[in-house]
Structure formats: structure tokens, C-alpha cells
């Protein structure tokens, strides 16, 4: 069993016209990026890139004059969702001389802008300099249909198909054409993988069959509780938290968790003011709510039966830094939904500040809290807080383990070969030798380094 070979020139499979390098994301969770080289080394090379996100933490990232291409190569920057470690060096990558075409979902494009907004505010840059790498992004990118196959450079060929994981996410099936062999060889990259029965998204898709799997390993070591339960839980521990009319406060990512968390709150029903304090957050939920496309059939039903499953009554946007500070002495009961999830900034601090010293608020963690991070500090109680903290670690964004395995096995055959990616070591290993068991026994498998 072959259990480094990262590099996939080493594998009976693949074709030396084909390049795969991994530039970021290979074995931690965040700045995915991944390059593809078709016919490197002659005039006709295709150089595709996929995902270019931030980096969190200590997470290594791989500086453009160290790329195997320089940036004003890339043909094509595909990016799989929205969300910051996949589009977060966008800008800079533009800046660095890429000038190729920028491919996503419908979904995606529309979320670019007020993500990649919201991160260009926290940078050096002027508004002048914002205002044109936006427009440059704009002009750069492109939305696509899910199931439909297109042709890029050189009779490569491409196909979208839902991921599952945010608005607009996807997995994409690469077809490159080997004229030699007569065969084509088929490449996915999973992107980020979604729970299934996430709210209002669908479930993955199922893959078509490939040669080579670059999959996605974040919560290959780990299952997580099914959504019944974890609603359950939400409803019983506000109920108690409510019950002294205190305030809950909810840190959460603008995007993904905070239209999860509308969501749930509008099925549990909950009878006191909710406020989403946060502009980012707010113009996400929008673009969620008038995407309905891209919605599973639940919420659309619920839509169609006259109940917006994002809206509901007692529940107040608020958009203004005034409005924020008049917030900030709101009486409870009420729950606040700010960001940022982590509470290392954004408008949740000023609230922690406020309200952590009452008895009678409570915290909700519903999101992974990073080492160091002022969230983590509160939940290991290196600081001194007098209200409730309550962490709820069902709420994911990703695949768990079981649900990786199920989608790697609905493939129609399995992969010839597969990589693990964006995944600490333990949960590539977990999950490298669950998937191993069920692929070909002939195979050169690969765990991603
Ligand atoms: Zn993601």
C-alpha cells in the first residue's frame, strides 16, 4: 500500500500530462488552494486553480512567487463556495497578475462580493483600491448551472454539481482529454462537503465515477448527532436560559450558521425578540432568501405554504452602528446573533462586554472555537464570566465521517485513485483507512501527504 504519493506522476493511473499540486489546504483546514497543470511544459499548458482562500491560525501559506506557475499563468480560478479560507486571496491574487477567468456557481458569484467586501474593509487597502479590485472581481467572474458540462482551454471539460455545505456550494468533475490513450482521465475535487439534512440546503449530490477523488477529510475522525437532537437541545437549553428573561447571546459566522440559526429558531417557534446584529449577516440571509433555487424541497415547502423559512415575527435586522450601540442596552428577554463566530472581533465583543457580567445571560457557542480565540478562553474559563456558557458542538458546516464514507461510496465505481485534503492528520488517517477498505484492492491510494 502506497502511502505517501502525493504527487500522482508516481501512480500507475496517471498520465504525466497531468500536474496536481496542493498550495494550500493539504493537510490543515484552511487556505485551500490546489493547482492543475494539463500538458505542463509545452506551449499548449492549461494551468487551473482551484479554490485561493486565507489561512487562519497556524496554518502555512505558500506566497505567490513560490507557485510552480506565477499568477498571470492561471487560466482558470475555479472556486468551490464562498466561505473566506476558499476565496480569501482572491484579491491579492489579482494584485499578483492573475487576469484568467473566475468560475463558481450562480450562488457563489452573488455571495463574492459582500464576503470579499467585508474582508478588504479589515485590510490596508483604500476604498479606491476596494472599489476597483472589486470591480475587476466582477468583471473576472462567472456563474455557472449545476449538472451541465462546459469546455474550457484544450478540450478540458468541467461539471458543477452541489456540494451541500453553504448557498452555492459545489464538487467539480474535471474531464481531461488524452489523445495518446484514447481514454479521458476524470478528476473531482469534493470542495467542502455538507452534513446531510443541513437546513435549507440540500443534500450532497452523488459523484459521478473518476479516476482520481481529491476529497475533502475536515471531520473524517468524528460523527455528529443528528439534526432532531440537536434541535432538541437548542429548544430545551433556551428554554431554561430564557426562563429568568435574560439575554442569549449566539457568536456565529455571517455566513452559513447564522441563516442555520434563523432557520432553527423559526421551527422551535421562539417567542421573544431576536436580533441579528450584523450587517454581513444580513445581507447573506437576503441573498439566502432570494436564492430559493438553490433551497431543499423542505424549505421550499414551507415558502410555498406561505412561511418564509428565514423570516418571522419578533425578528429584527440591525444594520446601523447606531442602532447597534442602542442594542447594546436592550432589557431581556431576547436572543443576539452577532459575529464573529470566534468572538476575536465584530460587534458580539461589545455585546460580551455589556452583558457576560449578568447571572442571568448566557452564551451559546454553536460553532468551532480555535485555540486562543477569546470564545475558547470563556469556554475553558480562563476568563472570568457570571453568565451561562453553553457550548453546542452539534452545528457543522461539514461532512461527518459516516456521511464522508456514505458519499465516497455512492460513487457508481469506486475511484481509481484518491487523495485526502483539508484535514488534520488524525482525521485523514481515520478516514484513509476506512476508505482504503473500499476501494480496489489494485490501487495506489493516497492519504494526501
Ligand atoms: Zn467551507
Known amino acids: 500500500m502506497a502511502m505517501n504519493t502525493n504527487n500522482p506522476q508516481g501512480s ?54 513560490q ?32 487576469s484568467g477567468e473566475i468560475i463558481c456557481t450562480h450562488a457563489t458569484k452573488a455571495l463574492l462580493s459582500p464576503m470579499l467586501h467585508d474582508a478588504l474593509s479589515f485590510s490596508n487597502r483604500t476604498d479606491k483600491d476596494i472599489n476597483r479590485i472589486e470591480k475587476r472581481i466582477d468583471d473576472l467572474s462567472w456563474g455557472f448551472e449545476l449538472y451541465e458540462t462546459f469546455t474550457l482551454k484544450n478540450g478540458i471539460t ?9 448557498l452555492g456550494s459545489c464538487f467539480i468533475l474535471f474531464t481531461f482529454p488524452d489523445t495518446e490513450a484514447n481514454v479521458s482521465i476524470r478528476v473531482i475535487f469534493s470542495g467542502d462537503l455538507g452534513s446531510t439534512d443541513t437546513p435549507i440546503l440540500p443534500d450532497p449530490d452523488i459523484p459521478d465515477s473518476c479516476d482520481l477523488l481529491i476529497m475533502e477529510s475536515t471531520y473524517g475522525d468524528r460523527l455528529h448527532p443528528d439534526r432532531k437532537s440537536r434541535v432538541e437541545n437548542l429548544r430545551r437549553l433556551l428554554d431554561k436560559a430564557l426562563a429568568d428573561n435574560g439575554i442569549v447571546y449566539i457568536p456565529a459566522f455571517a455566513l452559513g450558521r447564522t441563516q442555520e440559526l434563523l432557520y432553527e429558531l423559526d421551527r422551535i417557534g421562539v417567542k421573544v425578540p431576536v436580533f441579528v446584529d450584523s450587517p454581513l449577516g444580513l445581507k447573506i440571509t437576503k441573498i439566502y432568501s432570494e436564492l430559493d433555487a438553490f433551497w431543499d424541497k423542505e424549505a421550499k415547502g414551507l415558502k410555498d405554504r406561505g412561511d418564509h423559512p428565514l423570516d418571522f415575527r419578533g425578528l429584527y435586522g440591525v444594520n446601523s452602528y447606531r442602532d447597534h ?31 457576560l457580567e449578568a447571572p442571568l445571560n448566557d452564551i451559546f457557542f454553536v460553532g468551532y472555537q480555535a485555540k486562543g480565540t477569546p470564545g475558547r478562553k470563556m469556554i475553558e474559563k480562563k476568563v472570568p464570566v457570571k453568565a451561562g456558557i453553553h457550548m453546542l458542538t452539534a452545528y ?7 456521511m464522508l464514507v456514505d458519499w465516497f461510496k455512492s460513487m457508481p465505481v469506486p475511484p481509481k485513485e484518491f487523495r485526502l485534503i483539508h484535514g488534520e492528520d488524525k482525521a485523514r488517517k481515520e478516514l484513509y483507512m476506512l476508505l482504503e477498505s473500499l476501494s480496489p484492492k489494485s490501487c495506489n491510494l493516497s492519504p494526501g501527504s
Open 158 to 166: 468541467f461539471k458543477l454539481k452541489n456540494a451541500g455545505h453553504i
Open 325 to 355: 450601540k442602542q442594542l447594546l442596552d436592550i432589557k431581556g428577554p431576547a436572543i443576539i446573533i452577532a459575529g464573529s463566530g470566534m468572538c476575536t472581533g465584530g460587534r458580539i465583543v461589545d455585546h460580551l462586554k455589556h452583558g
Open 12 to 65: 500507475n493511473i496517471f498520465p504525466h500530462h497531468i500536474k496536481i499540486d496542493h498550495l494550500g489546504g493539504a493537510d490543515c483546514v484552511t487556505g485551500s488552494c490546489h493547482l492543475v497543470r494539463f500538458c505542463p511544459e509545452t506551449d499548449k499548458t492549461v494551468n487551473i486553480l482551484v479554490d485561493c482562500g486565507s489561512t487562519y491560525g497556524d496554518d502555512p501559506e505558500l506566497p505567490f512567487d
Open 396 to 402: 457543522s458546516a461539514h461532512a461527518d465521517q459516516q
Open 67 to 98: 507557485f510552480p506557475v506565477s499568477p498571470d499563468q492561471i487560466d482558470y480560478l475555479f472556486l468551490t463556495h464562498a466561505h473566506i479560507d476558499h476565496i480569501g486571496r482572491v484579491p491579492d491574487l489579482i494584485d499578483a497578475g492573475f
